[in-house]
């Protein structure tokens, strides 16, 4: 049972275009999301996060929308470097004030081209 | 500040023989996480601490797997025997508190370790 799902597996950007990564999730449950970036042989870092009381969350080169209705998030990157480059995984809570367990998805992998 | 450590980073066995894995969590992080992550999947929460004690286990096939942290630090995290679907990356992650958010609003970062690959042959 995939609760949280990244259907696209890998993702190819020209540098300076805007990459677009998206999830989609199951459990109504669910009200913060976390994007986590994971370089090879790296632990996965966390790169931004949403409450589901926004619909907008911006840091930088990085954004996450989150439309609730349609149990859809998606993190824009603008302009995208190649420093980007990574897996990028989509998780989410069930729960922001007590024990947070993270469901994740199975990660897009991103690849910022030249 | 040093980040989270892990030990060994790769380890090959064959089935039905016994590993452990090592987590230094980052100093003064309560919680700690143990996740499987298996190839072309995300990370899987085993399971979480708070200091010593045990938050959740509920995906932890405690058949075969076991994992401690006796004095609310370090932790290891065993398979006894191993079979050939435990091949997976296990990651340890840690945390200041429990919770999602703390007491600010700001979100609760899990930080991860780099990971110990696990091949059982």
């Known amino acids: 049972d995939q609760q949280v799902k990244q259907n696209s597996p890998s993702l190819s950007v020209q540098e300076g275009r805007i990459s677009i990564l998206n999830c989609d999730y199951t459990?109504?449950?669910?009200?913060?999301f976390l994007w986590y970036k994971k370089y090879p042989a790296e632990g996965p870092t966390f790169l931004i996060s949403i409450s589901s009381i926004k619909d907008k969350n911006e840091d930088g080169r990085f954004t996450v929308f989150l439309n609730k209705s349609a149990k859809h998030l998606s993190l824009h990157i603008v302009p995208s470097q190649p420093g980007d480059s990574a897996v990028y995984f989509c998780a989410a809570s069930p729960h922001t004030g007590t024990a947070s367990k993270l469901t994740f998805g199975t990660g897009t992998r991103l690849q910022v081209t030249l | 500040e040093a980040g989270v450590a892990q030990s060994p980073r790769y380890k090959i066995i064959e089935k039905r023989q016994s590993v452990a894995f090592w987590c230094n969590p980052i100093s003064g992080h309560a919680t700690l996480y143990w996740y499987q992550q298996i190839l072309g999947q995300g990370p899987k929460l085993l399971i979480q601490?708070?200091?010593?004690?045990?938050?959740?286990d509920s995906q932890l096939p405690k058949d075969r797997f076991s994992a401690e942290r006796l004095k609310g630090v370090d932790s290891t995290l065993k398979i006894q025997p191993a079979k050939l679907e435990d091949s997976a990356v296990y990651l340890c992650a840690s945390s200041l508190f429990p919770g999602g958010t703390g007491t600010s609003g700001a979100y609760n970062e899990q930080f991860f370790g780099p990971g110990t690959r696990l091949t059982v042959l």
């Open positions: 459990n109504s449950m669910f009200d913060y």
């Open positions: 601490f708070q200091n010593n004690g045990v938050v959740d």
